[in-house]
């Protein structure tokens, strides 16, 4: 992909924050799931805020935390110059308790993230949750197949616009439950899984969700094989049809085919161009 501009799509990111005991937890490093956690929230907030293109789009957050209760931290706001120190005092001042219902916290994410929102200057809003937790529930349905089941169903039931919403998951600490959040991202559209554990690497994954939400260049990418199979990275199989959510600015992309007959393979590949929003073919 060639160097592309910043999108101008006005974004609405909502947090939904694991704040039960376990999060209390030290890892190897010193320091504890909830730092590692509060750490990331803070850093998008001042990447989007430090951005150095004054053409940066609208950016708003919602912030929630749940243990067995769900408790609204920061209701939806832009993200200013203005407004980011007394942000990062409400995520600072935030402490684990109690026991962890993610299944409480899964149903009220689902529902607020499909709740209709009013276009920001004619543009529809580009929404994004990040749900940010050690994964091990302990109240509420416990049962992680179920919990997975679920929200499979839920997926199903969504309009394709809502099926375009971005869904990321980040496990704390090595004893977070992989399985859970690895399976609802992969029942999503658009749904990315992460794991965090050293505070080092929340860098690495706060910089790489932002840059993803502003610097796409292509988005909705579709590769059709004819006479072979390609790849799929997500379920670790092959198939002869590969939906990406997108692909960011400035970054090349490797994909593998095999087939009986390489030299009669074809392949179809669409896209959405993020910035034009124009059919790519």
Not at 210 to 227: C, D, F, G, T
Request: with cysteine.
């Amino acid at each position: 992909m060639k160097d592309t501009p910043m999108i101008k799509t006005p974004q609405y990111i909502l947090f939904m924050l694991d704040r039960s005991q376990s999060m209390s937890e030290e890892t190897e490093v010193k320091s504890t799931k909830m730092e590692q956690a509060k750490h990331t929230i803070k850093n998008i907030v001042k990447l989007i805020v430090n951005s150095e293109d004054e053409e940066c789009p609208p950016v708003f957050i919602q912030i929630f935390v749940f243990d067995d209760e769900i408790e609204e931290v920061i209701p939806k706001i832009q993200i200013t110059k203005e407004n980011m120190g007394e942000i990062a005092d409400k995520i600072n001042s935030i402490k684990p308790r109690n026991s962890t219902n993610i299944e409480k916290a899964l149903e009220k994410t689902h529902e607020l993230m499909n709740t209709t929102q009013e276009p920001i200057n004619k543009e529809p809003i580009q929404k994004t949750e990040i749900f940010l937790t050690d994964g091990l529930p302990t109240v509420g349905d416990t049962n992680i197949s179920r919990l997975i089941k679920k929200q499979l169903e839920k997926s199903i039931t969504l309009t394709p616009a809502q099926k375009d919403n971005n869904h990321i998951y980040i496990g704390y600490g090595e004893d977070h439950n992989g399985n859970l959040l690895q399976s609802i991202s992969l029942n999503k559209k658009n749904g990315y899984y992460y794991f965090v554990d050293k505070i080092e690497n929340a860098g690495l994954i706060f910089g790489e969700i932002m840059h993803s939400l502003l610097y796409p260049a292509l988005k909705n990418i579709n590769i059709k094989v004819e006479n072979g199979e390609i790849y799929d990275y997500k379920t670790n199989g092959w198939t002869t049809n590969l939906y990406i959510p997108s692909i960011l600015s400035e970054t090349e992309k490797t994909y593998h085919i095999r087939s009986n007959n390489p030299y009669d393979v074809k392949t179809d590949i669409t896209a959405i161009n993020a910035v034009t929003t124009e059919d790519y073919k």
